[in-house]
């Protein structure tokens, strides 16, 4: 899925922006560790940012002090476990500023509309807003649940390599929640295919019996997320799916531009 890459960052010292230079270079250092894998020497650092090893080494002896960063015992840095609040935090928020689209899903959909992000091997559901159907869907906010049985789990994984997804699938195995789930990786990768010829997943019964969710992810989010709606498989048809699936796709574009901004609003 869309994640922030160094190849997308210039490869020198960003020119002023009016910001606090010094912080801009260890955010910079931070987002090029997480997309090395959260663990890189300063040689790396230098080439691919472009700063001086003497400047990388004063900043992540900072990061270090402040716990934001950790020295290994082979030299090489890692993320810091204070990132791990962080994160939490950001994630948690990051439901509270999509509410606001997923209310939008529910008004033009009818059903109820979720947001999940992956949180290392498992689906964790970060907000959802419920339809106003008798008869509704309703997923409990973290909630964690398995990848390969879900619609937001196919679009989150869509674009990720497939030695990637068979060692995920691997690690936490296929365990069948309904009669049609998919239990094999083969089945699974061929699902993926078709998420991304058809630009978006579904769960059709997979997750739970007499339940149809669609989803897609949302392009560039800051850490890999999907919204979805779901709603019960007499209504969530093939018919209503055309319908569906383009309102799903513009919410996510427009709730990837507030993430991307500086201010986010509907």
């Known amino acids: 899925m869309p994640t922030s890459s160094a190849s997308t960052k ?3 010292p960003s020119a002023p922006t009016g910001g606090v230079q010094s912080l801009e270079r260890a955010f910079d250092l931070l987002e090029r560790m997480a ?19 003497p400047t990388i080494h004063r900043l992540m002896r900072t990061l270090v002090a402040c716990g934001y960063v950790r020295q ?14 962080l994160g939490e935090s950001a994630s948690r928020l990051l439901g509270t500023w ?11 959909t009818g059903e109820t509309a979720n947001m999940a992000l992956l949180d290392g091997d498992e689906i964790v559901y970060v907000a959802q807003v419920p339809s106003k159907h008798s008869m509704r869907m309703f997923t409990e906010v973290g909630r964690r649940v398995l990848p390969h049985s879900t619609g937001v789990g196919k679009a989150l994984l869509a674009d990720t390599p497939a030695d990637e997804v068979r060692a995920l699938l691997a690690r936490t195995g296929m365990p069948a929640a309904t009669e049609k789930t998919i239990t094999t990786a ?15 997943a579904v769960d059709d019964n997979e997750q739970e ?12 989010s800051p850490t890999a997320a999907a919204i979805s709606i779901s709603g019960p498989a007499g209504r969530v048809t093939d018919a209503a799916t055309e319908k569906i699936v383009p ?20």
Request: aromatic fraction near 4%; hydrophobic fraction near 45%.
């Open 35 to 53: 997309d090395a894998g959260g663990e890189v020497g300063l040689s790396e650092l230098s080439a691919s940012s472009g700063l001086p090893l």
């Open 10 to 12: 210039s490869s020198g």
């Open 209 to 220: 019996i007499g339940v149809r969710c669609l989803a897609v992810s949302v392009p560039n």
């Open 186 to 200: 083969d089945g699974f990768l061929d699902a993926l295919a078709e998420v991304r010829r058809a630009g978006y």
């Open 247 to 266: 309102v799903l796709q513009q919410v996510a574009e427009e709730l990837s531009v507030a993430l991307s901004s500086s201010g986010v609003g509907v």
């Open 98 to 108: 999509a509410r606001p689209y997923l209310a939008r899903l529910v008004e033009v």
């Open 72 to 85: 290994q015992a082979n030299r090489r840095y890692s993320l810091g476990p204070r990132l791990i609040r």
